[in-house]
Structure formats: structure tokens, C-alpha cells
Nanobody, 124 residues
Framework: EVQLQASGGGLVQAGGSLRLSCAASGFTFEHYGIGWFRQGPGKEREGVAYIKNDDGTTVYADSVKGRFTISSDNAKNTVYLQMNNVNTEDTGVYYC?????????????????WGQGTLVTVSS
């Protein structure tokens, strides 16, 4: 059974940092991709960052380039999202998702399995 467990959310001040973790199980982690997505209040779910675990290729949404970093620890079956210099627009529920088709992109419909979300709230 595929399981994805996101954690690390919380309250952070604008300009601060936060690191999210996504622990995966139930599949051969290093063969597939993992994406981070978020859904802000009243907004649609959108892609934030993506990593292909087989070769380390990463993709970022323009809104987070230079501020967020996605990384993967294949030994721990865990993907991280380091969020720096956050702003109020980064507020939302953050989800991680598994991409078994190695689409390499940030489209919600390309993901195959989803974990529960972790809430990030950025205060001004």
C-alpha cells in the first residue's frame, strides 16, 4: 500500500523558514518522482516543486524559485521542502504526491497518489 506522510507545517513569520518532510512507503522510492503541492484559502491546488528520485532532476514553480529547495534522501525514503523567505502568499495546506509515470511536471492530474496535507501559515 502506497503511503505518503507529510509533516513539518506550522506557523511562521514572513521572512522566516520552514522545512517540510514527506515520508513515503509502499513503493520503490528511488525509481519515481515526488511533488509538493499547496492549496491556499479559496484557491485551487497548485504545484510547488518536484523531484525525480532516479536522477535528481528538479522543477519549481516560478513563485518559489530561489526561495524553496526540494531534496530527497533515498536511504530514508523521504523528500524535503526547505522553504526560505516565506511570505503570506505561501500560506496553505501542503501536500506531497507520488508520480509513478515520471511525468516530471507540476500538474495535479499527473500525480498518482497523495498524502494528507500539512498546514503552513505565514503571518505578516
Amino acid at each position: 500500500e502506497v503511503q505518503l506522510q507529510a509533516s513539518g507545517g506550522g506557523l511562521v513569520q514572513a521572512g522566516g523558514s520552514l522545512r517540510l518532510s514527506c515520508a513515503a512507503s509502499g513503493f520503490t522510492f528511488e525509481h519515481y518522482g515526488i511533488g509538493w503541492f499547496r492549496q491556499g484559502p479559496g484557491k485551487e491546488r497548485e504545484g510547488v516543486a518536484y523531484i525525480k528520485n532516479d536522477d535528481g532532476t528538479t522543477v519549481y514553480a516560478d513563485s518559489v524559485k530561489g526561495r524553496f529547495t526540494i531534496s530527497s534522501d533515498n536511504a530514508k525514503n523521504t523528500v524535503y521542502l526547505q522553504m526560505n523567505n516565506v511570505n503570506t502568499e505561501d500560506t496553505g495546506v501542503y501536500y506531497c504526491a507520488a508520480d509513478f509515470g515520471l511525468s516530471g511536471g507540476l500538474r495535479v492530474e499527473w500525480m498518482d497518489d497523495w498524502g494528507q496535507g500539512t498546514l503552513v501559515t505565514v503571518s505578516s
